[in-house]
């Protein structure tokens, strides 16, 4: 069970908006700063939005990312077939002294 | 630019030690005030932090695999290493490494942790089985 809380699914067509949810708690979302990471098929992770809302190297403006209190999302605007892929949220945790991350959310583009 | 790469056995025998290697191309493991990650993922699973090393060879380990777990860091080679002892079934899973990016920041009129993790290597997946 992870310590972050993501939808195990998420989905839309070519085009459309998505939203991913990330939620937490006060000793991880609460107290630091959120990122994102994509994985697709078969590959590693890749970091996509940093510091709640910065955009990696190299990752369209199409991807952004937001934080309030213990809750953050990640939006993609504009859908296309190759954003068909896991995404991850992940945060530092004062309580463990480690970075956390959800169990991911598997977007289907339709 | 940075690239790493995992190396070491795909198989253990339960009981026995796990041992990778990461090796860092494309700039000095010393440089750019980095911590150094290792993060696994069982098959079909999430991820899982298993620890980092700073270059002065300062650790933290996840608590859940702290007792099983030494990261060490050879900066003439530009390496840094796992051993994670006393493997299970439960051990298996595709690890990789990664370069930490971590910094005191100020969020919302106080002061947070920002930490990720960029790049990654390819991963290498390992297998505990007899």
């Known amino acids: 069970q992870s310590v972050l809380t993501q939808p195990p699914s998420a989905s839309g067509t070519p085009g459309q908006r998505v939203t991913i949810s990330c939620s937490g708690s006060s000793s991880n979302l609460g107290s630091n700063t959120v990122n994102w990471y994509q994985q697709l098929q078969g590959t590693a992770p890749k970091l996509l939005i940093y510091s709640n809302n910065q955009w990696a190297s190299g990752v369209p403006d199409r991807f952004s990312g937001s934080k309030s209190g213990t809750s953050a999302s990640l939006a993609i605007s504009g859908l296309q077939s190759e954003d068909e892929a896991d995404y991850y949220c992940?945060?530092?945790?004062?309580?463990?002294?480690?970075?956390?991350f959800g169990g991911g959310t598997k977007l289907t583009v339709l | 630019q940075v690239q790493l790469q995992e190396s070491g056995p795909g198989l253990v025998k339960p009981s026995q030690t796990l041992s990778l290697t990461c090796t860092v191309s494309?700039?000095?493991?010393?440089?750019?005030?980095?911590?150094w990650s290792w993060i696994r993922q069982p098959a079909g699973k999430g991820l899982e932090w298993i620890g980092r090393?700073?270059?002065?060879?300062?650790?933290n380990y996840n608590p859940s695999l702290k007792s099983r777990v030494t990261i060490s860091v050879d900066t003439s080679r530009n390496q840094f290493s796992l051993n994670l002892s006393s493997v299970t079934a439960a051990d298996t899973a595709v690890y990789y490494c990664a370069r930490d990016t971590a910094r005191r920041g100020y969020c919302g009129g106080g002061t947070c942790y920002e930490n990720w993790f960029d790049p990654w290597g390819q991963g290498t997946l390992v297998t505990v089985s007899s």
């Open positions: 494309g700039g000095s493991i010393s440089s750019g005030n980095h911590y």
């Open positions: 090393i700073y270059t002065t060879g300062s650790t």
């Open positions: 992940a945060a530092w945790d004062d309580s463990l002294n480690g970075p956390v």
